[in-house]
């Protein structure tokens, strides 16, 4: 009886260590949360149809909707902005818990033409650029967006290029990348965007995978951020 009086508190004891050790023991570490800042571009020519019978605009919608929902809904946060000749943020909160819900938000807030023709990138790289400032995790800045540029003035590029500068200065940008980009206008996206390096990703209507985007946000968010 003795034997099995001492067995049983040995047992107890070397419950109550496993206990307090779980307890007690730091959880393995989750990283950091991320940020995804995207413009999408609601012109008529990511609106046309293309041979296969679907439109560049739903190619972009897809592809965001899968890039979002990918994200932890509970710590990741996204903001989207619509871009015609304005640029008009709709979306600014953590990352969607339905992808499908998303992409209906998204298909709703995209389907009204825009009442001018188009397309004007300047005001979103300039808005992303300011809004990416104030964030210290893990940013990726993305447009979805064949690319054309329709307002060729001065103060536009202008535009373009100091948001180009903000990006490049800012540590906590981890990717800039362009989705949808016509391969017509990729030499004058490097060149506006230089500054940033191999940060700018350009990818054509059909490399629409945001895979690569997720696993460098991935794995950034295990990095240790400067402040």
């Known amino acids: 009886m003795k034997n099995n009086t001492l067995s049983f508190v040995a047992v107890a004891v070397v419950i109550t260590s496993l206990i307090t050790f779980a307890v007690l023991r730091p959880s393995a570490p989750q990283g950091s949360a991320v940020r995804l800042i995207a413009g999408i571009d609601t012109s ?17 919608i897809a ?3 899968r890039l979002s929902a990918r994200l932890d809904q509970h710590r990741d946060r996204v ?3 619509r871009i015609d000749r304005e640029a008009r943020e709709f979306y ?8 499908e819900k998303f992409q209906w938000l998204l298909i709703s807030e ?3 033409a825009a009442k001018v023709g188009g397309t004007f ?18 940013v990726a800045v993305c447009l979805f967006s064949d690319s054309d540029n329709d307002d060729l003035s001065a103060t536009a590029r202008s535009e373009m290029q100091h948001a180009a500068k903000l990006l490049a200065d800012n540590p906590h940008v981890v990717a800039v990348c362009c989705y949808g980009a016509h391969s017509k206008n990729w030499e004058n996206l490097r060149t506006v965007f230089a500054p940033l ?3 700018l990703q350009l990818r054509g209507p059909e490399e629409m ?7 460098q946000l991935e794995t950034a968010r295990h990095r240790p951020q400067a402040r």
């Open 197 to 199: 390096g191999d940060r």
């Open 92 to 99: 600014d909160q953590n990352a969607p818990r339905s992808r």
């Open 44 to 60: 008529d020519s990511v609106r046309d149809q293309d041979t296969a019978g679907g439109t560049l605009l739903g190619r972009c």
């Open 209 to 215: 995978d945001p895979t690569p985007l997720l696993s």
């Open 79 to 81: 903001t989207i902005i």
């Open 121 to 138: 990138p300047a005001k979103f790289w300039a808005k992303a650029a300011e809004r990416a400032q104030g964030v210290t995790v893990p």
């Open 63 to 65: 592809c965001l909707a």
């Open 110 to 112: 995209t389907r009204p």
